[in-house]
């Protein structure tokens, strides 16, 4: 084996719980170990951002992993830490789900080389859909009596939770599900070990009971911490809610400064986590960045590597771009070749006004476009002081009081940027 793997994930901080054993069962030969995913939407986010970098670190410690997409149990919905049952879809969506999954884990993990320990995808679905009910009773159900089942966090949590409808039969039975899931692929794929969150500990652990009682079979189990926040608020949430990997519905741009933006404290603990980054070159970034806190260098470092992971070194560039045009450090050409989705998302919250494409074709002169037209600016003297003063500037670029601004000015066809000093920037949107 090339890597100890819990050796790997110790000192990155991603253990929470081990079955005595595993170590030495990983160390003795190439294993099969899963992770299930929720075909829920058709973008993982980043809060699958721990499970995907445990089985990414897994194959690259020369095991096999399996990704296991849950087709069956999201049309059931698992009790684990939610206080609510799940929406349920149907089979034509679920599919279209896994299939965008799978591309997003191949950002992550090999399924195509060829190679013994290349990655393999299941949904349960193949294997539960010709399950009937009767069968799963007496062929499952019976190995597992439901004193096992109630002593589950999961469970206990949800029974006895404040102004709680209770539990549903159907989110009862979910960890036995989960746990056949074990059992069918310790069976099919020699599938040895399952991995999750903390709060998978209990649907994991059924698992390998069925193993044990069905089988005779010994089955192992791993769990990685939730990731929580210094500041206590949720990781992976913004403002407008999850950072999603696909790029149509969290821009690279907006994903970069979401890591960006992490405090010294958490970037500490991601650089770790999210990032391929061994342990010297961690500790010498950490340390590097103790000295000179204010440069950022860790979370800067975070940043490229988990966005050129999930997107591109490109998308990573661009991100870079977009991130100097807000600050100032750009010129018009940097400004022309953000495209509209990330324009908008770096000038998000930026005061924006609409005038008509019949004023810019006539030419807008500027003392129109900053206060007659726009009210940015409360007067026509304001603008002229500012104008006098040299403290305008569109796109990046100076201008007098007799520059007008035509269709030659606008970027993606329809955006002026006028900016007055460094601090002050305003939006002309020309419909």
């Known amino acids: 084996m090339s ?79 939610k206080s609510n049952e799940r929406n349920l ?40 859909k010709e399950f009937s009910f009767l069968d799963f009773i007496r062929d499952v159900g019976k190995h597992i009596t439901v004193n096992y089942m109630m002593s589950k966090d999961s469970v206990k949590n949800r029974l006895s939770g404040e102004g709680a409808d209770g539990m549903s039969f159907t989110e009862f039975t979910y960890q ?100 391929f980054l061994d342990k010297e070159t961690v500790e010498n970034l950490v340390k590097e960045h103790q000295e000179a806190p204010h440069m950022r260098l860790l979370q800067k470092r975070l940043a490229q590597e988990v966005t050129t992971t999930v997107h591109s070194e490109e998308e990573f560039e661009n991100a870079v771009k977009a991130s100097e045009v807000l600050f100032g450090k750009s010129t018009a050409q940097d400004l022309k070749n953000l495209n509209e989705a990330t324009f908008l998302d770096v000038f998000e919250g930026v005061p924006q006004a609409t005038v008509s494409r019949e004023d810019v074709d006539a030419g807008l002169d500027m003392i129109a476009a900053l206060s007659a037209k726009t009210e940015f600016l409360k007067s026509n003297g304001e603008a002229r002081r500012a104008l006098k003063e040299n403290s305008i500037s569109v796109n990046k670029e100076k201008v007098g009081e007799d520059y007008s601004i035509t269709n030659d000015d606008l970027l993606n066809n329809k955006y002026v940027i006028i900016n007055k000093g460094k601090r002050n920037t305003y939006i002309i949107r020309v419909e």
């Open 89 to 128: 879809l149907d089979e034509e969506t679920l599919r279209h789900n896994q299939e965008c999954v799978r591309e997003q884990l191949s950002q992550f993990l090999d399924f195509t080389s060829g190679a013994e320990n290349q990655a393999l995808m299941v949904n349960n679905y193949d294997w539960m």
């Open 176 to 275: 036995l599900v989960q746990g056949y899931d074990f059992l069918h692929l310790y069976r099919e794929e020699n599938c040895s070990l399952q991995m999750g969150g903390s709060d998978q500990w209990g649907n994991i652990t059924t698992g390998t009971e069925l193993i044990r009682r069905i089988d005779g079979g010994k089955g192992f189990a791993l769990t990685c911490p939730l990731i929580t926040k210094s500041d206590g608020s949720k990781f992976g949430k913004s403002e407008g809610g999850n950072i999603w990997l696909d790029s149509k519905r969290t821009s690279p741009y907006k994903f970069y400064q979401y890591w960006l933006n992490t405090s010294d404290e958490d970037a500490e603990k991601y650089i770790k986590i999210f990032t």
């Open 3 to 81: 890597k100890n793997f819990v050796e790997e994930l110790k000192w990155r901080g991603m253990i929470h719980d081990v079955m005595p054993g595993t170590e030495e069962h990983l160390n003795e030969a190439m294993r099969a170990a899963y992770v299930g995913f929720d075909p829920t939407a058709d973008s993982l986010h980043i809060g699958n951002l721990v499970p995907i970098m445990l089985l990414a670190h897994y194959q690259r410690c020369g095991h096999k992993p399996v990704a296991l997409v849950g087709g069956a149990t999201g049309m059931i919905g698992d009790p684990s830490g």
